[in-house]
């Protein structure tokens, strides 16, 4: 019976023969803190979250010769999850390997740890999350722990800093011998085990009835030196001498958040507090826009005409740049509020207990808790959700999910609804939920309506707390800065080409707007936006120009419309309807090709244009009736 596999090759970092760096792999179970620790040995800055799967790819950092690799975290060799078998191959190609473990659940680590042990591996052991552990009576005896193992073992930066040279010194290349004769080994068991499970070259699911089978028996191979056929046993027993894991027990918050209806009623009381201090009249993300709007489009372009004669170059600055990115970077306020509420779940541990109470939720449309992460991070970056799907174990499950998201309104689409409805509604508020529950609504239909079962879910629910501040702050600086610096470049630049297209003729000479390149181009293409209500050429090229980037078109309405759309409200309903449903940025493709590849990505990229079009045409059609 054939096996459907989807883990597409991975090619791991290999160490170079006569290479003067040493390969040091951090690995563990699934948020554990590796990416965290990454950062701190690296001085980088990897996104992190308080929710397994953050990191989808192995990250490389090379400091004082040593090559860091941060890979997705693993329970065991024997995972079935592309995820999983390239952080296997790390291993298998790495000088040393340092376990990252999460002290508050010690205990699930310990198989993880028995086979890294097993290969006689040069290895450390990071503990995370002590004070946590503290806090809750636990205790841990490093020494006692270290004395068991046979390796080093610390919960300090600085201690593991101090460790870190004498495994590169020892770098025993027979670990990766050893780490490839047992990836080998497994990769064969997992073949074998797969009489055991059926699959459909229709849905891509499988039994999961042949998956522990492969790992059965082989917590150790039998060449382990280090605790012999009762490893598992003794390994348990020494670190149950070494560690005491304290009040176990769910707290009353976690109690009420595992309670799947105050869990959905919180997190739908918290979406509509975000878009109320986003958007509400006289709320702070409306009222620091509003100011912003004053500095940037106001203040700041009457300076820099003071200062500038007239002509193509004030023109440029004034109308091109600060009309066009300048007009985006207004939105840094409500685009806080967002990634604020984001960061929140995420920090706080709600998201993870979300995953938990919504699996049954999804398991209606087809796919699992683990969807939740997918779907939430949608709101922020579709590029960057697309990738956490990699943690599926099904084919059919992951293709699925990556339908959904191409629905998920994104923040960049955030700027575009308020430019198009914000002069029809003295209110926006309304209008803007409205679309982005639609958006929701939109992508569990494309889930329920799609062929094939879902997949179990395999998660560990992260302990609820407040957020550290530090880290909070930290991580909104990330994303702002990251939007600014991507309106800086790619939207200043496409503003300049804009406005050159729309201030010279195909000769190159200077012109009034109307016979520019831009407007020839632009009018050409304008027969597909007619049935919307736009007759504007100026509004289809802004349309147009959000294949490349959404921040692209509120640049371009700004640059080429700065005293607004003048759309009626059917044909403003029918725009914002185009937004929702068209395809995502050249990124969320790309990202897109790289998980699915190219013949899906492009198949879902035109039924996503045709339904754009022919419902966008629809909505006005339906709208303009009682308008």
């Given at each position: 019976?054939?096996?459907?596999?989807?883990?597409?090759?991975?090619?791991?970092?290999?160490?170079?023969?006569?290479?003067?760096?040493?390969?040091?792999?951090?690995?563990?179970?699934?948020?554990?803190?590796?990416?965290?620790?990454?950062?701190?040995?690296?001085?980088?800055?990897?996104?992190?979250?308080?929710?397994?799967?953050?990191?989808?790819?192995?990250?490389?950092?090379?400091?004082?010769g040593i090559t860091y690799v941060d890979v997705p975290g693993l329970y065991s060799f024997n995972g079935y999850s592309m995820e999983e078998a390239c952080a296997a191959e790390e291993i298998a190609s790495s000088d040393a390997v340092i376990v990252v473990a999460d002290s508050l659940t010690l205990l699930n680590s310990l198989e993880f740890i028995g086979q890294?042990?097993?290969?006689?591996?040069?290895?450390?052991?990071?503990?995370?999350?002590?004070?946590?552990?503290?806090?809750?009576?636990?205790?841990?005896d490093e020494n006692a722990l270290a004395s068991s193992l046979g390796v080093p073992v610390t919960s300090?930066?600085?201690?593991?800093?101090?460790?870190?040279?004498?495994?590169?010194?020892?770098?025993?290349?027979?670990?990766?011998?050893?780490?490839?004769?047992?990836?080998?080994?497994?990769?064969?068991?997992?073949?074998?085990?797969?009489?055991?499970?059926?699959?459909?070259?229709?849905?891509?699911?499988?039994?999961?009835?042949?998956?522990?089978?492969?790992?059965?028996?082989?917590?150790?191979?039998?060449?382990s030196r280090a605790y012999g056929s009762d490893g598992k046993s003794r390994l348990q027993s020494a670190v149950n001498k070494a560690y005491y894991g304290g009040n176990c027990g769910l707290t009353r918050a976690e109690k009420l958040f595992l309670n799947r209806y105050f869990a959905l009623f919180f997190f739908i009381f918290a979406i509509l507090a975000t878009f109320i201090f986003a958007f509400f009249p006289g709320m702070p993300g409306e009222y620091l826009k509003g100011l912003a709007e004053e500095l940037i489009s106001v203040k700041l372009r009457a300076a820099a005409a003071s200062v500038l004669p007239d002509g193509k170059v004030q023109s440029l600055l004034c109308d091109g740049i600060i009309g066009g990115a300048g007009g985006v970077l207004s939105f840094v306020p409500q685009l806080f509020v967002l990634y604020l509420f984001l960061t929140l779940l995420d920090e706080s541990g709600v998201m993870s207990a979300l995953s938990f109470v919504t699996d049954g939720v999804f398991e209606r449309v087809k796919l699992s808790g683990r969807?939740?992460?997918?779907?939430?991070?949608?709101?922020?970056?579709?590029?960057?959700?697309?990738?956490?799907?990699?943690?599926?174990?099904?084919?059919?499950?992951?293709?699925?999910?990556?339908?959904?998201?191409?629905?998920?309104?994104?923040?960049?689409?955030?700027?575009?609804?308020?430019?198009?409805?914000?002069?029809?509604?003295?209110?926006?508020?309304?209008?803007?939920?409205?679309?982005?529950?639609?958006?929701?609504?939109?992508?569990?239909?494309?889930?329920?309506?799609?062929?094939?079962?879902?997949?179990?879910?395999?998660?560990?629910?992260?302990?609820?707390?407040?957020?550290?501040?530090?880290?909070?702050?930290?991580?909104?600086?990330?994303?702002?800065?990251?939007?600014?610096?991507?309106?800086?470049?790619?939207?200043?630049?496409?503003?300049?080409?804009?406005?050159?297209?729309?201030?010279?003729?195909?000769?190159?000479?200077?012109?009034?707007?109307?016979?520019?390149?831009?407007?020839?181009?632009?009018?050409?293409?304008?027969?597909?936006?007619?049935?919307?209500?736009?007759?504007?050429?100026?509004?289809?090229?802004?349309?147009?120009?959000?294949?490349?980037?959404?921040?692209?078109?509120?640049?371009?309405?700004?640059?080429?419309?700065?005293?607004?759309?003048g759309l009626e409200l059917s044909s403003a309903l029918a725009a914002s309807t185009f937004l929702l449903l068209c395809p995502p940025c050249i990124s969320a493709f790309s990202a897109s090709v790289k998980e699915t590849g190219l013949k899906f990505s492009i198949k879902l990229l035109f039924l996503q244009l045709v339904t754009a079009f022919l419902l966008s045409y629809a909505v006005h059609f339906l709208f303009s009736l009682f308008t």
């Open positions: 019976m054939s096996v459907y596999s989807f883990a597409r090759p991975h090619r791991a970092l290999p160490r170079t023969k006569g290479a003067s760096t040493v390969k040091i792999v951090l690995a563990g179970n699934p948020n554990a803190g590796k990416t965290t620790l990454f950062n701190a040995l690296t001085h980088s800055r990897l996104k992190t979250g308080n929710w397994h799967g953050v990191t989808t790819s192995p990250a490389y950092k090379t400091r004082g890294i042990l097993s290969l006689n591996a040069n290895a450390a052991v990071y503990l995370t999350k002590i004070r946590q552990l503290k806090r809750r009576g636990g205790r841990i300090s930066v600085k201690q593991l800093k101090k460790i870190i040279p004498l495994l590169a010194e020892s770098g025993q290349t027979h670990m990766r011998s050893a780490a490839a004769e047992y990836y080998t080994h497994t990769a064969d068991g997992r073949a074998s085990a797969s009489d055991g499970r059926t699959s459909s070259a229709d849905s891509g699911t499988y039994a999961s009835s042949g998956r522990t089978q492969a790992a059965h028996g082989r917590f150790y191979d039998a060449g969807a939740a992460f997918s779907l939430i991070s949608g709101f922020g970056c579709t590029a960057a959700a697309i990738l956490t799907t990699r943690g599926f174990t099904s084919k059919n499950t992951q293709l699925k999910a990556v339908a959904a998201l191409a629905y998920i309104p994104c923040g960049a689409k955030m700027p575009v609804f308020l430019t198009l409805l914000s002069p029809l509604f003295k209110n926006p508020f309304f209008a803007v939920s409205a679309f982005y529950f639609a958006g929701v609504a939109i992508s569990l239909a494309v889930c329920a309506l799609w062929r094939g079962e879902g997949e179990d879910m395999l998660s560990e629910v992260t302990p609820l707390g407040l957020p550290s501040p530090v880290v909070v702050l930290k991580k909104l600086f990330f994303y702002i800065k990251g939007f600014i610096i991507k309106v800086a470049t790619a939207v200043m630049l496409f503003c300049i080409v804009s406005w050159v297209l729309s201030n010279f003729t195909f000769a190159l000479a200077p012109c009034d707007v109307q016979y520019s390149m831009l407007a020839a181009i632009s009018r050409a293409l304008l027969p597909l936006f007619l049935p919307m209500g736009i007759t504007d050429w100026r509004l289809a090229f802004a349309f147009i120009s959000g294949f490349s980037a959404k921040e692209n078109i509120a640049a371009t309405i700004s640059m080429l419309m700065p005293l607004g759309t």
